[in-house]
């Protein structure tokens, strides 16, 4: 089961390749490439030799800026869907294994979360704490646990009903070693499908929510954020707004592809 | 008269939307160590709740099941009719085959693995195929295994819900004379259930006719066969293709 | 436009010959070889044989509807003396449903689970006779009426999921029936039921058969099955007929050695041992090198392993088989 497909390794390795770049590229570009490093008298000048990617209203050099702003978005994405599953999971599980009461308890504290339209959450709890990308995080995988317990508990429902397990309780197994050996295993492959491709859309949802200024605050650097920050220029200077846009559609299509290979690749057997 | 398992006056409903329905309706049994025991019956009689209580997976509303020995030292397994949901997909076959090991004694299957082998090869399994996945495996070569993981512990009894029904005729043979082989070898216990009264006259000593949840007869298999008291019992064998010796 | 059926000058209803039928990659085995057989007319035919020997797949040959991937390689398929083989899906489509029936093996699956049974048997009708909605739906209560269904009131009106398995099976059978094919083709009708039921549901058949003067192609694995309803009968083992013959003929006196053996393995209370056949279903790969049985054979001869075996003929038995070269 470790021999994962190449279609399943070509993404990871594409993720991580920009993962490496967004810390090389500033390393070898040296000075120009400080977030800090303002320099209003080289500001909005078009792609060349020197910046590739022209620079933005702060004299900042786009293309170093783009690839370290890589950073912030893959851990909100990473961070977001860690959450959600660390949360989602326990609870999908227990509803499912346990049934009845507990079940119908679980099930509804989780479908009230649902009823939250996904950004308004974020929005209160910025509110409430003050803008950050750690308070996104929070709050997006606050938003989204629901779906991870719908997943995990309609898995662990089949898995239950299922000849081997009800074998291995003729066996005499008890829960643990049921949910260790039989549940968990049966019922991750699905957890992974959703949740790879999930990080596309959470590191889609934290740049819109850095957008609107309740995510990265400035000076960070994170895709969303640079998106705004050009908002004024890119009429004119058209080459502010393209990288980090360029940058956000990139890394969905690969989660998404990732998400799809998976899925090919455990499908005959869930 | 070694009585390995007896029940007395089981029954047992189920509510389907608010409607009480049931299942048994005082079942009597009694079961002999070493012999065969087929219950026999149409969808709906009863017959796999049956062996559910039997396998402690379920419980009777009233009724008293007594064991040997208080069920001391009594070890009861397993062999049900799907091959294809009967192990974990994502476990290799023989650690699937070591689980019985695995859950009684609380350690990795590894600890396990050379007594896996060894019944496996006594079931017939080449050693290949222990190490690939149960998608990879034929039906037979499945239930083959299936036996190896119920019989590792040494049971006294084994309960059998249509072992074969979902083999080939030719796969089915195999298995049967399996079965058969080791009921031999290991003094064990069968109750099987199925509908296939042909293979249930080559295969048992006592045969217990289910219908609604009623045991309708039950008895020696030759003296059923030969002299069945009820109407459905006639029509069942009629069905089965059992002809009746005058 | 659809061929005006001669229905006189063919003696059989259905005559398939020399078919193949295989992947559409160049190096693979194909799933049917070198298939030859007839039905007569007023005849019940059956096709046995055990999973994966190409019954199904004969079936969906016949009626063109072979998965994707797969195709048909060689061989000439006529329905009544008319050629089928080599007609366009659009012309197909005039025969199947028409002259053509199929009883599918998951009869519960055959029905939409979303519609009453009597709303949807009503349907096809109207669309195979063009029958008004109280014609159509008189029409379909006989037809339940004609297949033994009791409380027909209540089953018209039930959806699939509240009947049983012989209900729902008497329902395809009846909906099949309605359409008033040519051809039935019925692909194990009675697996998935109760023995009682199953042989109620062969009894019905045995009669309607008799009514309707039907030509049915009747594909199962279960030998008691075809000993009850089929004149005459194939056997298949890995895409191929290895045997074929009057049906009470060849289970008294099986010649090729699949056959004996399968009928060997058969639990009966004589017996004092199963004789199961060793092995399993060979996986074919090219180059075929001699008979497909060969490794299972208890009469295998040295020069089985080289070529593949002809058909032998021999007073109305047809096999394929080396141990019968010279009669």
């Known amino acids: ?270 | ?246 | 436009m659809t061929p005006e059926y001669d229905q006189s000058q063919s003696p059989n209803i259905l005559d398939v010959t020399d078919l193949s039928v295989g992947p559409t990659s160049e190096n693979t085995v194909d799933i049917i070889r070198d298939l030859n057989f007839s039905i007569n007319k007023g005849a019940t035919f059956g096709i046995i044989g055990e999973t994966g020997c190409g019954k199904t797949m004969t079936a969906k040959a016949i009626m063109n509807l072979l998965p994707l991937g797969i195709q048909k390689k060689t061989g000439e398929i006529f329905l009544d003396g008319i050629p089928i083989h080599t007609l366009p899906m659009k012309e197909m489509r005039n025969i199947l449903g028409k002259k053509i029936a199929f009883i599918p093996q998951n009869s519960a699956g055959a029905l939409n689970p979303l519609y009453k049974v009597g709303p949807q048997f009503e349907f096809v009708l109207k669309w195979r006779f063009g029958l008004q909605f109280s014609q159509a739906k008189r029409t379909a209560k006989e037809w339940f009426e004609k297949v033994k269904l009791e409380n027909i009131e209540r089953i018209y009106e039930s959806y699939p999921c509240q009947l049983s398995g012989g209900q729902l099976q008497r329902i395809t059978i009846a909906l099949a029936l309605s359409l008033e094919p040519t051809l039935l083709i019925a692909d194990e009708p009675t697996t998935a039921l109760d023995s009682i039921t199953r042989k109620e549901i062969l009894t019905l058949l045995t009669s309607l058969k008799k009514e309707y003067n039907l030509n049915l192609l009747l594909i199962t694995h279960d030998v008691s099955v075809v000993q009850k309803i089929c004149d005459r009968v194939a056997v298949m083992y890995a895409g191929e007929i290895v045997e074929c013959g009057l049906t009470e003929d060849l289970l008294k006196n099986p010649k090729h050695p699949y056959l004996t053996g399968l009928l060997n393995a058969l639990p009966s209370p004589n017996k004092k041992r199963l004789e199961h056949l060793t092995g399993s279903v060979p996986t074919l790969q090219l180059p075929l090198n001699g008979c497909t049985f060969f490794q299972r054979c208890k009469d295998k001869m040295d020069h089985c392993n080289t070529n593949p075996p002809p058909v032998y003929t021999t007073r109305n038995r047809e096999i394929r088989c080396f141990l019968y070269e010279n009669n």
């Not at chain 1, 620079?55 to 370290?68: A, E, P, Q, V």
């Not at chain 2, 289910?210 to 002299?227: H, T």
């Open chain 1, 1 to 270: 089961m470790n021999k994962y497909p190449k279609t399943v390794f070509v993404p990871l390795i594409l993720l991580l390749a920009i993962l490496i770049l967004s810390f090389l590229v500033p390393f070898l570009r040296g000075g120009i490439a400080s977030q800090y490093d303002l320099h209003f008298e080289r500001a909005l000048q078009p792609p060349s030799l020197a910046y590739p990617f022209g620079t933005d209203s702060l004299g900042r050099d786009l293309f170093s800026i783009t690839f370290m702003a890589a950073k912030s978005s893959f851990m909100v994405g990473f961070g977001v869907v860690f959450l959600a599953a660390l949360i989602g999971v326990p609870i999908g599980m227990i509803a499912g294994l346990k049934g009845g009461f507990i079940d119908t308890v679980l099930i509804r504290i989780t479908d009230g979360f649902l009823a939250f339209p996904p950004l308004i959450l974020p929005f209160t709890i910025t509110a409430l704490l003050g803008p950050s990308l750690t308070n996104i995080t929070i709050a997006i995988a606050v938003a989204w646990f629901p779906w991870y317990v719908r997943i995990v508990r309609a898995r662990t429902l089949e898995i239950r009903s299922s000849g081997y397990v009800e074998s291995a309780k003729v066996m005499g197994a008890g829960w643990t070693h049921i949910l260790k050996k039989h549940i968990f295993p049966n019922a991750f492959p699905a957890v992974l499908i959703q949740a790879s491709a999930d990080i596309g859309y959470a590191i889609l949802m934290a740049a819109g929510l850095s957008f609107l200024g309740l995510g990265a605050q400035p000076p960070q650097l994170e895709w969303g954020l640079l998106i705004t920050q050009s908002r004024i220029s890119f009429l004119y200077s058209w080459w502010t707004i393209l990288p980090p846009g360029i940058g956000l559609f990139i890394t969905v299509v690969i989660c998404n592809y990732l998400g799809d290979s998976l899925r090919e690749y455990y499908d005959p057997r869930i």
């Open chain 2, 1 to 246: 008269m070694n009585q390995l398992l007896n029940l007395k006056e089981i029954c047992k409903s189920y509510l389907v939307k608010s409607k009480s329905i049931k299942i048994l309706q005082g079942i009597n049994i009694s079961v002999e160590r070493g012999r065969s025991l087929a219950l026999v019956g149409e969808s709906g009689s009863g017959k796999t709740t049956l062996a559910r209580i039997i396998l402690g997976l379920t419980h009777p509303d009233s009724g008293i099941i007594s064991w040997e020995n208080d069920k001391k030292n009594l070890g009861v397994s397993a062999v049900f009719q799907n091959p294809w949901d009967a192990m974990n997909p994502r476990k290799l076959v023989w650690e699937s085959i070591a689980e019985p090991f695995v859950i009684s004694q609380n350690k990795e299957a590894s600890y396990f693995k050379e007594k896996a082998e060894e019944m496996a090869s006594e079931v017939g399994l080449s050693k290949d195929v222990l190490h690939r996945y149960p998608f990879e495996l034929s039906g037979g070569q499945i239930q083959r295994a299936v036996i190896a993981r119920a019989l590792i512990l040494m049971p006294d009894l084994v309960i059998l819900d249509e072992p074969t029904s979902a083999l080939d005729i030719s796969v089915q043979a195999q298995i049967i004379n399996l079965l058969i082989h080791l009921q031999e070898k290991y003094n064990l216990t069968y109750i099987f259930i199925s509908h296939d009264l042909q293979l249930v006259h080559y295969l048992v000593d006592t045969i217990v006719i289910l219908r609604n949840g009623k045991c309708l007869e039950q008895g020696f298999i030759e003296n059923i066969f030969s002299n069945p008291k009820n109407d459905y019992t006639k029509k069942l064998l009629e069905a089965g293709g059992i002809v009746n010796a005058p």
